[in-house]
């Protein structure tokens, strides 16, 4: 199974650390590898997005007035629309590589296991993951540990 990726990156960030292309696609695979999903192939793009553009996607999609670390959207094409795309798209990730620096270092991480987590957790959402209540958060919480222990990479709740 794989999840072909595109990577999109906004040229405001190109002064922060961001990823490879190729871990975030390996990461983000593994993801869907460890998840059941009858999803064969599909598309994610990943936008590294400044904090002002977080600030302005969280301000009009989630009314709450600061940049935020992740953001998910899943594609809302029609079903016919889809069946006729060789890949169907899932959604699309927009994180905002400034506040990842900012949260891997105060919470003592490394930038790759921050960055492994954030993509991971934007990926769940895209396939119906939640955490609005405690037991959808248990839920995806424990996918995410999950999948990044197999990645290599500790458990993203525990902090140094």
Known sequence: MNVTVDID???DCLNHWVPEIT???????SA????????????????VVTEQRSASLNKQYRDKDY?????SFTCELPASTVAELDVAPLGDIAI?????EVEAKQQGK???????????????HLNGYEHNDKASAEI?????IAIL???GFPNPYLTN
Request: glycine share 4%; charged share 15%; with cysteine.
């Open 9 to 11: 990156i906004d040229n």
């Open 23 to 29: 871990d975030m696609g390996f990461w983000i695979n």
């Open 32 to 47: 869907h590898d460890t998840i059941e999903s009858n999803i064969e192939q599909a598309n994610v793009s990943v936008r």
């Open 67 to 71: 940049a935020t670390n992740v953001l």
């Open 96 to 100: 905002c590589a400034p506040v990842v």
């Open 110 to 124: 490394s930038l790759s296991a921050h960055w492994a987590h954030l993509l991971t957790h934007g990926f769940l």
């Open 140 to 144: 995806m919480e424990s996918a995410e």
């Open 149 to 151: 222990s197999k990645l």
